[in-house]
């Protein structure tokens, strides 16, 4: 990564911490939310390889529309239209009610981006790991499962995109009894 190209990283998170500043994970410790967009893009770089300038921003910025005032609009003019297409690929639409959203999550996995399959992979891997090591405030066990049951039908969409990925992720989903569906 270019002198350049690091900046240009450092600027998006900087400008994710800030959409994200007043808001909190739903963990009994309240973490702040922006480590989840920053652990999305350092599993993408550590555990992925990926060195992608326009994927990191995207893991960082991939939650912004979805979760706070920040606009499509806005994050191309920042970021450039690569960035803006790769968090639109894994946008929910929020004013569809969740089931709907959930539907179309795993209709939608096989068709996106590949870089945008990238970063859906790191955010169920990270949203995996943290569910296994503790249930959110306001969860059953039983919806934590239920988590994992549909994640693992997003997950099959995503298949074939990033093998080490995978594998963490089937390790989770076999260590909570979910059965996947594995493409040679």
Not at 71 to 76: Q, Y
Not at 117 to 122: I, P, Q
Not at 133 to 155: C, N
Request: glycine share 4%; charged share 35%.
């Amino acid at each position: 990564m270019s002198d350049s190209e690091l900046i240009d990283l450092i600027d998006c998170v900087n400008f994710a911490a800030i959409k994200h500043k007043d808001q909190r994970r739903k963990d009994p410790s309240k973490t702040p939310y922006i480590n989840h967009p920053v652990g999305v893009a350092r599993i993408l770089a550590k555990e992925a390889g990926v060195k992608d300038l326009a994927t990191l921003q995207a893991a960082v910025l991939h939650d912004t529309v979805e979760d706070t005032e920040t606009t499509f609009e806005e994050i191309e003019k920042q970021f450039g239209k690569e960035v803006r297409d790769i968090v639109a690929d894994v946008t929910d639409d929020k004013s569809l009610p969740k089931m709907e959203r959930k539907r179309l999550q795993i209709e939608h996995s096989p068709h996106i981006c590949p870089k945008a399959k990238l970063v859906k992979l790191a955010d169920k891997l990270y949203n995996l790991r943290d569910l296994d090591r503790v249930i959110p405030e306001g969860w059953t066990k039983e919806r934590g499962q239920e988590y994992f049951q549909w994640s693992s039908q997003v997950v099959q969409g995503l298949r074939g995109s990033c093998k080490a990925l995978e594998d963490e992720l089937d390790v989770l989903f076999q260590k909570h009894g979910v059965m996947t569906e594995t493409v040679s």
